[in-house]
């Protein structure tokens, strides 16, 4: 059974930067697309970043996140720049169709 394990998350002031990371256990990472969603308090779970054959953003974070993967080590990044207090929110990683378990995820806070 494959298996997320998001880390990286924390407190970070507006303006700051983080770099999120996510490994997959299993063998097939290579082969799927990635994601990294997030969830806000009170709020539906977003995808936030996606890339397989190409990359996709979130309009409200295009520009300041980037989302990479090596596949050597399974491990998907999310790097953040420009951090805003509406980033606030848990940050998930899972395919774009949600085909895993979500994992525990890794919180991200935005303020001064």
């Known amino acids: 059974q494959v298996q997320l394990v998001e880390s990286g998350g924390g407190l970070v002031q507006p303006g700051g930067s983080l770099r999120l990371s996510c490994a997959v256990s299993g063998s097939i990472f290579g082969d799927i697309a990635m994601a990294w969603y997030r969830q806000a308090p009170g709020k539906q779970r977003e995808l936030v970043a996606s890339?397989?054959?190409?990359?996709h953003y979130a309009d409200s974070v295009k520009g300041r996140f980037t989302i990479s993967r090596d596949n050597a080590k399974n491990t998907v990044y999310l790097q953040m720049n420009s951090l805003r207090p509406d980033d606030t929110a848990v940050y998930y990683c899972?395919?774009?169709?949600?085909?895993?378990?979500w994992g525990q995820g890794t919180q991200v806070t935005v303020s001064s």
């Open positions: 899972n395919t774009p169709s949600v085909r895993f378990h």
């Open positions: 890339v397989g054959t190409s990359t």
